[in-house]
Structure formats: C-alpha cells, structure tokens
C-alpha cells in the first residue's frame, strides 16, 4: 500500500497536483433503496439535463434523471455503494440509496447507515476554532507557538493560516515512513505528535500565507490548539461546541476503530496486496482533527446549510470563514476549512473505505450530500468527483460541480 489518504476537495487535488500534486409534496419525492451493485463499467450513457436557469422542481421525472445519472455513473466507477441526497425550500427532496452495502452478505445500501466522513471533519474542527474566537479563547492571528511547541516557524505562523491552508508546513500524509508505518500497521493508533514528526522533519516548504497548498498537519496543530485552549480532549470540545448546538446527533468524533450501527462496510484498494479489501475497521486515528469523523445523511444534510450560513456562529467568525481566497484554478476558492467550487460552498472527503461531497448552493439554498463506501479511483479520479458533477448536470448546468481530475501519486487529502 503506498497511499493511503484523506484526499484533498476536488480543487484543490488540482492545485497539489500543478504544484508537485427536492420535490413539493403535492408533485411527490424520490426516497427508495436500489439493492443491486453494479458488476460492469461500460462507456456511461449521456447525462440528461436540467433546463438552464433556476433551480428545478424536484418532481419524479427530475428525479428519474437523476437516478439515470447516479446509475449509470456507479457502473463507470465500480462504486458499490451510493448514498444521495437533494434538496432546496419550495423545490422538494430527492434522498435515495443505490447498491450494496456489504459486498458479502449484498445488504442493500440504505439512507440511514453511518459512514466516514474523512476531510468533512475539517469543516468541524474550524468551525471549533471559531466558536472559541467568538467567545474570546484565542484569536485567528494568534500564532500557533503560543499553544505547541516545536512548530518549524510556529512564531510566524498563524492559526488563519492553518484554517486557510497557507502554513507551509509539509502534509505529513505524503511522508513516505508515514505511507510505510499506516502499511504495515493499519490499525495502529498513531499519536498526535508521532503525525507531527513525519512533517516537522521536512521542514518549512515555502513562507507562510504566501501561497496555498493543502496539509493536513495544519488540522492537527488546530486541534491541538483547542485542546491546549480548553484543557479538554478534541471529541469533547466538539460535542459541546459544536455537535450540540448545531442538532447533530449522529454525528461522532471515534476515539478508536469503532463504527456505529448500522453502517456501510467501506472497501479500498490501498492495501499490501494491492486488491480491495474491506477497511470498515481501520483505526482512523492518522487522520484526528483533519479526517477522523463519522456521520450519517440526515446531519449532514443539515449540516451543509449550518456551515455555509453560520448559524452556530457570530457574523464577525463566519465573515472570517468565508472569505475565500484563490487557489491557482478557475471558479474556486478556499475559506476557512471551507471551500468555493463553481457556486456550491462545503467540503469534500476521503478516507479508506469512504468518500463524502457535503455543500450548498446559496443562490438556489440547495444541499447536496453524496456518501460512497469506496475509495477507489477509477483511472487515478476520484469517484465521489464523478457523482457530484453527475448529479449537478442534471440540476445545476449553470453550477456543475467539476468534473473528475487525476489525482497526485501520493493522494492523502
């Protein structure tokens, strides 16, 4: 196995890559159970689309188009199982399951079951940054020495910076004794200072906020930094600061290999062997702050508007958040944990085993949640990349959210 990874949105694998690398009720909605993997990848069909313009109506025949979409998208990438939901105020819902979730006993996905979430988790662990800026714990342009020691250029380097993916510090994800450790021992619980040493020894790789370049080493410093803050553990904070007040109660942050029931069985093929294997029950401790946490539909359908509006927050930290700056390509951007792709504001995960696409639409206030139990490329792109540009030429022609790109050699995100 030589890359394991929480991939970086879909953007920004672009930007890495260059560098190195729905329905009112009266019309009816679309929420069933598609129990049959796909078992082919033939060329896929042409994708129907939406008229131009507004937001549509999710009505069944819009809904037909998307599962023609979903379908035929799952066979091209061998997806075994897809999770999608769709909505927008005066539009209607469409929430819909496709395929297995377990290869071997061929249960069939259902909208309800637990998954990873990957690189999301990054959207929690800033917005629990901001509630501390707001209540006056620490500030954004703090630097990071004052609550870890040992940061290469921790006296110049901001916790902006961190949040923004501006550090320079190296993404110890691509370290190749790190690649080699997480092969050997996959279910090995690595230590947050372990994770630090795989970056701090490649040093600084360019001034800070001089340009972006995505790392998840600056997760864990955040992290660390709230729990240096607090004085509690990173899974605390977040139920208190951040879970509970924004109603989200399936949502958890694992102290352990633990996955709740029900939930999806995850499959990849970032293994010894080099063939897909179940990774349901790898410990996701190498990911912590940036990728470790687990969710279900229904909360991050609900958090996608909660992070793109800012309800949990004051105007002042949420203004913060969504100042989007460039990131080398056109149409998108990236915030504060957050991102700007075409229109549709959130984040993008993968982990081993899972993919997650949670982001929102403001002008048409449209969520769309898509969640896979793979992480498989199909020829070196990300497949949850494959539904969502799917899914949005059917709803969105104006707002697609791009297409699949290769992904580097050493693809943590």
């Known amino acids: 196995m030589n890359s394991h990874r929480l991939r970086l949105p879909r953007a920004c694998v672009i930007v890495a890559a260059a560098s190195v690398l729905l329905v009112p009720a009266a019309a009816g909605s679309a929420s069933a159970t598609a129990s049959t993997a796909p078992q082919s990848a033939p060329a896929p069909a042409p994708v129907p689309h939406a008229d131009e313009g507004e937001f549509p109506e999710l009505t069944p025949a819009v809904a037909a188009k998307i599962d023609k979409a979903v379908r035929g998208?799952?066979?091209?990438?061998q997806v075994p199982g897809a999770?999608?939901?769709?909505?927008?105020p005066g539009k209607g819902s469409y929430v819909k399951a496709f395929g297995v979730a377990d290869k071997q006993t061929g249960a069939p996905m259902t909208p309800n079951l637990n998954m990873r979430i990957g690189s999301v988790t990054k959207t929690f662990t800033v917005t629990a940054l901001l509630r501390l800026v707001d209540q006056g714990n620490l500030g954004l342009d703090d630097t990071i020495d004052r609550y870890v020691s040992g940061v290469p250029n921790g006296e110049r380097i901001t916790l902006r910076q961190l949040a923004g993916m501006r550090s320079g510090l190296y993404n110890y994800a691509n370290d190749p004794d790190f690649n080699k450790q997480l092969d050997?021992?996959?279910t090995k619980p690595f230590t947050h200072q372990e994770l630090l040493d795989y970056s701090f020894k490649h040093g600084i790789q360019f001034?800070?906020?001089s340009r972006f370049e995505y790392s998840n080493t600056n997760l864990i410093l955040l992290g660390l930094a709230i729990e240096k803050v607090t004085g509690r553990p990173l899974q605390d904070v977040m139920k208190d600061q951040v879970l509970e007040p924004a109603g989200l109660s399936s949502t958890i942050f694992p102290t352990g290999p633990e996955l709740p029931e029900p939930h999806a069985h995850g499959y990849t093929?970032?293994?010894?062997?080099?063939k897909i294997e179940d990774?349901?029950?790898l410990n996701p401790s190498w990911g912590w702050a940036a990728g470790a946490m687990i969710s279900d539909l229904d909360d991050l359908s609900s958090w996608a508007r909660t992070l793109a509006t800012g309800t949990v927050l004051t105007p002042d930290a949420q203004a913060e958040r969504m100042d989007?700056?460039?990131i080398g390509i056109p149409n998108a951007s990236y915030g504060l944990g957050i991102f700007d792709v075409n229109g549709w504001i959130g984040h993008d995960g993968s982990t081993l085993g899972y993919e997650s696409l949670v982001v929102y639409l403001p002008e048409a206030q449209a969520t769309l949640v898509i969640l896979l139990n793979t992480d498989v490329l199909t020829e070196g792109?990300?497949?949850s990349a494959f539904l969502g540009q799917a899914v949005t030429r059917v709803v969105t022609p104006d707002h697609i959210y791009p297409g699949p790109q290769p992904v580097a050699p050493l693809r943590r995100g």
Do not use: N
């Open 184 to 186: 050997t021992l996959p």
């Open 83 to 88: 999770i999608v939901s769709l909505s927008a």
């Open 269 to 274: 093929d970032q293994t010894t062997s080099g």
């Open 73 to 77: 998208t799952m066979r091209e990438t």
């Open 381 to 383: 792109k990300e497949p």
């Open 207 to 209: 001034a800070p906020g």
């Open 324 to 326: 989007m700056q460039p």
């Open 279 to 281: 990774a349901t029950d």
